[in-house]
């Protein structure tokens, strides 16, 4: 079910979303662990195409296997919250020259080493997008 040709208005939606926030995180399992990792994405070819650094090697563990994706605004103060949920499988590739300045700069460092980009592709299976609307005051109680 490619997303950069959605079928449905939810997969139109997640597109629309996506473009409004740079990162979002990565889910996949590493010898048997969860791990949660950020990466940069830009949508492509009717995939999610993931931009994260190459250490510990999370690229690796995402070689063909189902995993998650989620991006969000929650931690902007907005009267509609929104996150977006892509489950579907992925491979490590080397993107086309032309899709590498659409993510950006990169970060210098992660975790204090230099970073160094590796790229994952995820075809979507699954596209889910959540809403919230939440009061204005309870925003602000948990800010101060």
Do not use: K
Request: proline share 10%; with cysteine; charged share 20%.
């Amino acid at each position: 079910m490619p997303i950069e040709d959605p079928c449905s208005a939810e997969e139109l939606r997640a597109v629309e979303l996506l473009s409004r926030v740079a990162y979002g995180r990565l889910a996949t399992t590493m010898s048997a662990m969860l791990a949660v990792v950020p990466a940069r994405h830009v949508v492509s070819d009717g995939s999610v195409l993931l931009r994260l650094h190459r250490r510990p090697g999370y690229h690796h563990a995402c070689a063909g296997t189902v995993v998650a994706y989620g991006a969000d605004n929650l931690g902007h103060p907005a009267a509609g919250h929104w996150s977006v949920q892509i489950t579907g499988t992925a491979e490590p590739v080397r993107p086309a020259d032309e899709e590498i300045p659409r993510f950006g700069p990169a970060p210098l460092h992660v975790d204090g080493e230099p970073f160094e980009p590796v790229y994952v592709r995820l075809t979507p299976c699954f596209v889910t997008v959540h809403t919230l609307h939440c009061p204005e005051q309870r925003h602000r109680r948990h800010a101060e």
